[in-house]
């Protein structure tokens, strides 16, 4: 392909693994103050120029955008933990918000060449409203300034493909899981935590995981393997301009359910305490994704060979 593309928050977990696949063939720019993110998830070549930096330094956005022409934009850089957001809802919404309109902006002025600039938004725009599974054009209700956020960015990113003709699109991240998925904080994604605790397990240290709630909540999971399937897709169907796409698999595991399939998986089991449910959590999730399909998508990975491929187990 031999494309110039900038991914913001190419260091973290996302953006790490959509620069690994897509610097084999094209010119990749990260920008990432490695908040959440590290140099080691990124396999560095001559294929790949590292900025470390904030998406919230306009001077820095500003030069980044006027020095190269660039083909395609992903804009993956997010402050990711909802609780966060909860705690410090003006810091986030600077990461959140601010950066993408800002970065629309820059596009809008300097990049007249840009092929599509793709917005990493979050299930998390469709709150608690119950009816599942649940399509693009299903019942918003945006709970914590991260989803108010996404939402309200997502929706500029859609509107400059309209208004200014930019060329954007948007997807709304399930639950993602796999390699460089960091497992350390309560809000990390929950496959990475469990993993982490049966990688002790193996290694003979003490491990245990709690539940938030009875185990039966439940989520769609997607392989990262899957997530960039769909990106690609994505970036490369002209008809995905403008339009908004769920990322998930169509498919969902309770977490007790999960657990048996680790233990299934690993030979191993560990001691597995319930606690009181966490505040705000949402019962079930799961994706519609007929309109990412119609894009020729076919997730790959069940969570079954998604795990074994995730643990490397032959
Ligand atoms: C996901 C996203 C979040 C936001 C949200 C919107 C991830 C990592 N997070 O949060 O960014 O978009 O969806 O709805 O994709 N759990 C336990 N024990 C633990 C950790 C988690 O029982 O140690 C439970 C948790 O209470 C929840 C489920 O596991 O019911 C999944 O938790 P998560 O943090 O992986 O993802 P989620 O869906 O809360």
Request: aromatic fraction near 10%; proline fraction near 4%; hydrophobic fraction near 40%.
């Amino acid at each position: 392909m031999n494309m110039n593309i900038l991914i913001t928050g190419g260091a973290g977990f996302i953006g790490s693994s959509l620069c690994n696949h897509l610097s084999i063939d094209n010119h990749i720019t990260i920008i990432d103050d490695l908040s959440m993110g590290k140099l080691e998830n990124i396999d560095i070549n001559d294929n790949v120029t590292f900025i470390n930096g904030s998406v919230t330094d306009k001077i820095l956005m500003q030069r980044v955008i006027k020095d190269v022409e660039f083909e395609y934009i992903f804009h993956l850089a997010a402050i990711a933990s909802v609780a966060d957001s909860v705690e410090r809802p003006i810091e986030t919404h600077q990461v959140n918000f601010e950066s993408v309109l800002n970065l629309l902006e820059l596009v809008r002025k300097f990049n007249p060449k840009l092929k599509r600039l793709i917005f990493a938004s979050s299930a998390a725009v469709y709150g608690d409203e119950p009816t599942l599974p649940k399509n693009e054009e299903s019942v918003i209700r945006p709970l914590t300034p991260y989803a108010i956020d996404k939402f309200a960015a997502e929706r500029y990113v859609l509107a400059y493909n309209n208004l200014y003709n930019i060329p954007t699109s948007a997807v709304r991240f399930f639950n993602v899981y796999g390699p460089n998925q960091n497992p350390n904080s309560p809000y990390s994604g929950v496959i990475s935590i469990i993993t982490n605790q049966f990688a002790k397990k193996k290694s003979g240290k003490e491990a245990k995981f709690k539940v938030f709630g009875d185990g039966e909540q439940s989520r769609d999971f997607v392989y990262i393997a899957d997530v960039i399937a769909a990106l690609v897709l994505i970036m490369e169907h002209n008809n995905a301009k403008g339009k908004v796409f769920n990322v998930g698999t169509g498919k969902f595991i309770s977490i007790n359910e999960l657990l048996k399939t680790f233990e299934k998986l690993t030979s191993y089991s560990i001691p597995i305490e319930y606690e009181i449910e966490r505040e705000g959590d949402i019962k079930n999730s799961f994706a519609d994704i007929t309109k990412l399909k119609s894009l020729d998508y076919t997730p790959l990975f069940s969570i079954e060979t998604g795990l074994k491929e995730y643990l490397e187990i032959k």
